[in-house]
Nanobody, 125 residues
């Protein structure tokens, strides 16, 4: 499975961006998908996830109410809509995929089997 993240860029505080993550392979629809981010000097942290079974979404408290995660299984893509962006949202954002057919601990980076290269989001004040 290969993951390609895109959509990052430079935006002013209060603005919006939509990140996309396109997956290769035939088993996208049976994989939990997640987004993590890593700011300079910080550890990678959970942002949001969506399950393959039921499409249940989970969010970090820091982004709840501002970010929305969705998936389109026909396009093998997950979308992270980010609104009301803050300077503290600045980071490299990574998408990740779990193992096919398994429910994983979506908030833990160690649960994911595949990672994309990341896309940089910079929010200016």
């Amino acid at each position: 499975v290969q993951l390609q993240a895109s959509g990052g860029g430079l935006v002013q505080a209060g603005g919006s961006l939509r990140l996309s993550c396109i997956a290769s392979g035939r088993t996208f629809s049976t994989r939990d998908m997640g987004w993590f981010r890593q700011a300079p000097g910080n550890e990678r942290e959970f942002v949001a996830a969506i399950t393959w079974s039921g499409g249940v979404t989970y969010y970090a408290d820091s982004v709840k109410g501002r970010f929305t995660l969705s998936r389109d299984n026909a396009k093998k893509t997950v979308y992270l809509q980010m609104n009301s962006l803050k300077p503290e949202d600045t980071a490299v954002y990574y998408c990740a995929a779990g193992r096919s057919g398994l429910r994983i601990g979506v908030r833990s980076a160690e649960s994911y089997s595949y990672w994309g290269r990341g896309t940089l989001v910079t929010v200016s004040s």
